[in-house]
């Protein structure tokens, strides 16, 4: 069931493992102190400038505490994309637990908990694993274009960081 | 795994099993036709009459389409409670696919499918089942004094459809 869907390499940072029949994990080493990361995942004008991978991203509601709701919408050559959800935890700096919800699958929630971890060298790893509720969902996404769309992410996130010191 | 949680007697027409360790089947056979049953599930202003077991609930929001988001807040003696989601699948007078978080818990959601039967002598079985995210999250509604307060709702919207002839 844990199976590597793709190794890091120095040109690919990020490794994709799938730890359970629902579950995909992510984890990505970025070249930044846990405190300037943690500001880049939280921090509403910041999130802009990385989540939509150079789209237009419309913050509509980012309350980042237990309970609250989140929801952006991306807009991009394509279309419209809206997304939200709920956080169920939110640890400063260490870890938060959240939904996730594409308006194109309404309904269809993915539950996911992101953690970061000080390396103690000025970098921080970000590991983040959700679960979805069938293992058809988890096989969906991983088939959408998801990594792709990730890695553009993490590197415009790379960039933001690196203006960010 | 599919264990009878409560057979369903004259005195208590509700049963409840669990077909999977993720899973709560509900079903309940009201004495109203089916096209009743699906207005009293559907019209906002009936829904208050029955969903709150007598306690006032406020529907905040109530979009019964696929995509659309629902919100009801109940007060009760013991304080005020807030539910949400958001509609997967709406199909008039069959069934709706539809998401329920509790305030008290944000970020767990339930995925909760209704199937509405029409048994041609006047009757409607109601079908209900919670796919949850994990067993735990199942069995901690298994243990949370659900029945109870499914019990009362049903019966008042027993209530409620007689009225409504």
Do not use: C
Not at 19 to 33: C, G, L, V, Y
Not at 113 to 119: A, G, I, N
Not at 121 to 148: I, K
């Amino acid at each position: 069931m844990n199976q590597t869907v793709t190794q890091n390499t120095p040109k690919n940072p990020t490794r994709v493992t799938t730890p359970s029949d629902r579950e995909i994990r992510i984890e990505r080493i970025f070249d930044a102190p846990r405190s300037r990361v943690w500001k880049a995942f939280t921090d509403p004008e910041l999130v802009a400038q990385w989540w939509g991978r150079g789209n237009k991203v419309v913050i509509e509601k980012f309350e980042p505490v237990r309970g609250g709701h989140w929801r952006f919408v991306e807009h991009s050559p394509d279309g419209t994309n809206g997304f939200e959800g709920r956080y169920r935890e939110v640890t400063p700096e260490e870890r938060v637990v959240q939904t996730f919800e594409w308006d194109g699958m309404p309904g269809h929630v993915i539950v996911e908990t992101v953690e970061l971890e000080d390396l103690g060298d000025g970098r921080t790893r970000v590991v983040n694993v959700s679960l979805f509720h069938t293992n058809a969902e988890r096989d969906g996404m991983l088939h959408s274009g998801m990594e792709g769309g990730l890695n553009d992410s993490y590197a415009a996130l790379d960039r933001l960081l690196a203006r960010m010191v």
